[in-house]
């Protein structure tokens, strides 16, 4: 599985950005598919994971009701619309496939992308 995000970029405080994860390969519906991000200096964390199917959705605390988690499994892509920023969630997105029942831990994934660059100015 080849992963590769975009959609990334500079953004105010309060904008919105929507960043997509491409997935090459003819079993992406079968992968739980996450969003990690890392800001400078910090670990990564976890920010959103989408069944297979779509129909369970997790979030971390600091993102409900701002971020949302989507996916098309016949273009093989996830989405992470992201509103309402703050300049603390500057960071470098990444998507990530895994097969196990842990979605919130980055050490459940096995397949990641390359990452998106989001800044957000104050």
């Known amino acids: 599985v080849q992963l590769q995000a975009f959609g990334g970029g500079l953004v105010q405080a309060g904008g919105s950005l929507r960043l997509s994860c491409a997935s090459s390969?003819?079993?992406?519906?079968?992968?739980?598919m996450g969003w990690f991000r890392q800001a400078p200096g910090k670990e990564r964390e976890f920010v959103a994971a989408?069944?297979?199917?779509?129909?369970?959705?997790y979030y971390a605390d600091s993102e409900k009701g701002r971020f949302t988690i989507s996916r098309d499994n016949a273009k093989n892509t996830v989405y992470l619309r992201m509103n309402s920023l703050k300049p603390e969630d500057t960071a470098a997105y990444y998507c990530?496939?895994?097969?196990?029942?842990?979605?919130?831990?980055?050490?459940?994934?096995?397949?990641w992308g390359q990452g998106t660059l989001v800044t957000v100015s104050s």
């Open positions: 989408i069944s297979g199917s779509g129909v369970s959705k």
């Open positions: 990530a496939a895994t097969a196990r029942r842990t979605y919130y831990s980055d050490r459940s994934y096995d397949y």
């Open positions: 390969g003819r079993t992406f519906s079968s992968y739980t």
